[in-house]
C-alpha cells in the first residue's frame, strides 16, 4: 500500500532506540516499502547500520539546521522525497512542523498545537499510562490499522570497527586470562533527579571491587566531571580492576563495551537503553522519572523504583531527592547479585 515511509523521532538516546519496534513492524506489514527515518545527527549511530530502514536522514538539531534558512532547506528536501506515509513520533515543534509540511499524502502520529492541523489523524501519547512503545504501537494500530505487530524488542546493529575497537580496550583494562566478571555503572542522567547520589555509586563500586568483580565506570562526555567525583569518593580508587571509559567513545564502541558486561547498574538514561538493545542484565534505579513509560523493555531486568510519596513527580530539580537518597545500596547491590546470578 505505502511505497515511501518517513518515521520521525528527534528526541534523545531512549526515545529514538524506543521506535525500532516501531520500524521492524512498519517493515514487516510494508516489506516493499522504502523506509526512512529522521532523527537527531548527534544520535543517528545508534540507527545508521538498523536493518529495518533503507534511508537515514539526520538533522543537525543544534548546529547547521538550527538556522531558519537550513531548517527550509530540509524541509524542502524531504518534500521531494515524496513520501506517501510521514508518522511522527516526537510531539515538539519542531519535528511537528517537518511532518505536517512533508507533503506526505498521509501524515500521523503526535503534534503539537498549530502543525496538528496539517495531519490526517493526531494521536496522544499515552506513555503516562503504558510503555512507550506500546503507546507507539497504538499510533500504528489507531491510525494505520496494522493489526500485525512484530516486536522483537529494542534492536541496535554495530559494525565490525565498533566491535574491534571494544575488543581492545577490555583487553587492555581488564587482561585476557582469567579476567574478573565486570560490572557496568552507569551514574549519569539527563536530571538531577534521575540520578542516585554519587556516593552511593562510589560506595556500590567499593563493594563489588571487595566481592572480586571488576567495575567500569560508563557515560557520555557530560558525565565526565560526575564520574571524576564519584570515584574521588572511593576507597578502592586505584583498584587495578576499575576502569573509567565514560566519555572516551562514541555510542556504538559503548553499546559493544556493555555486551562484554556481566551487568550494568543505571540511572533511568538513554545508556540504560542501549543496553537493553545489547541483551545486558540490568539493575535500574527510577527517581522522579515513570516506570510505566520508560522502563527497560525486556525480561532481563530489575527495576527499583523510589517508596516517596511524590514518585513519579516528573521534576527536574528538587532540594530533597528524597526519591533517591531512600534508595540504599544494600538494596541495589543484593538487586545486582540476584540479576548475575540469574543470567549464569
Known amino acids: 500500500m505505502y511505497k515511501k515511509i518517513l518515521v520521525i523521532n528527534l528526541m534523545h538516546i531512549g526515545d529514538l532506540l524506543l521506535v525500532t519496534p516501531v520500524l521492524r513492524t512498519l517493515r514487516s506489514n510494508f516489506p516493499a516499502a522504502r523506509i526512512a ?99 507507539h504501537f497504538d499510533v500504528l494500530r489507531e491510525t494505520l490499522g496494522i493489526t500485525a505487530i512484530d516486536d522483537r524488542g529494542i534492536e541496535m546493529w554495530l559494525d565490525e570497527a565498533a566491535e574491534a575497537e571494544a575488543a581492545r580496550l577490555w583487553i587492555e583494562s581488564f ?3 582469567e579476567a574478573p566478571p565486570v560490572i557496568g555503572l552507569n ?80 540511572n533511568d538514561s538513554g545508556p540504560m537503553h542501549i543496553a537493553v538493545a545489547m541483551d545486558v542484565p540490568l539493575v535500574s534505579i527510577f527517581g522522579a522519572s515513570p516506570v510505566t513509560g520508560f522502563s527497560p523493555y525486556n525480561d532481563k531486568s530489575v527495576v527499583i523504583k523510589s517508596d516517596a510519596d511524590c514518585h513519579p513527580c516528573y521534576e527536574h530539580h528538587c532540594d530533597t ?10 538494596k541495589v547491590l543484593a538487586a545486582t547479585m540476584e540479576i548475575i546470578e540469574k543470567s549464569k
Open 187 to 266: 551514574n549519569g542522567a539527563s536530571w538531577p533527579t534521575k540520578r542516585w547520589p554519587k556516593e552511593y555509586f562510589a560506595d556500590l563500586a567499593d563493594r563489588l571491587l571487595d566481592r572480586g568483580y571488576g567495575v567500569a565506570y560508563f557515560g557520555g562526555p557530560m558525565d565526565v566531571e560526575l564520574v571524576r567525583e564519584t570515584t574521588a569518593m572511593m576507597r578502592n580508587a586505584d583498584h587495578p580492576k576499575l576502569v573509567v571509559f565514560t566519555g572516551r567513545v562514541n555510542l556504538l564502541v559503548l553499546a559493544a563495551l556493555f555486551k562484554k558486561c556481566a551487568a550494568l547498574v543505571t
Open 37 to 135: 527515518l529522521l532523527a537527531d545527527a548527534k544520535i543517528a549511530d545508534l540507527v545508521k547500520y538498523n536493518k529495518n530502514i533503507d534511508q537515514l536522514i539526520a538533522i543537525d538539531k543544534k548546529g547547521y539546521h538550527d538556522k531558519l534558512g537550513n531548517y527550509i532547506k530540509l524541509i524542502r528536501e524531504i518534500r521531494r522525497e515524496k513520501f506517501d506515509l510521514v508518522v511522527n513520533l516526537h510531539r515538539n515543534e519542531r519535528a511537528s512542523f517537518l511532518a505536517g509540511l512533508s507533503g506526505a499524502d498521509k501524515i500521523v502520529g503526535y503534534s503539537t498545537f498549530g502543525p496538528h492541523l496539517l495531519f490526517d489523524k493526531v494521536m496522544e501519547n499515552r506513555k503516562r499510562i503504558k510503555h512507550q512503545v506500546e503507546a
Open 321 to 330: 531527592l528524597h526519591c533517591m537518597t531512600g534508595i540504599s545500596v544494600d
Open 175 to 177: 587482561g585476557e586470562e
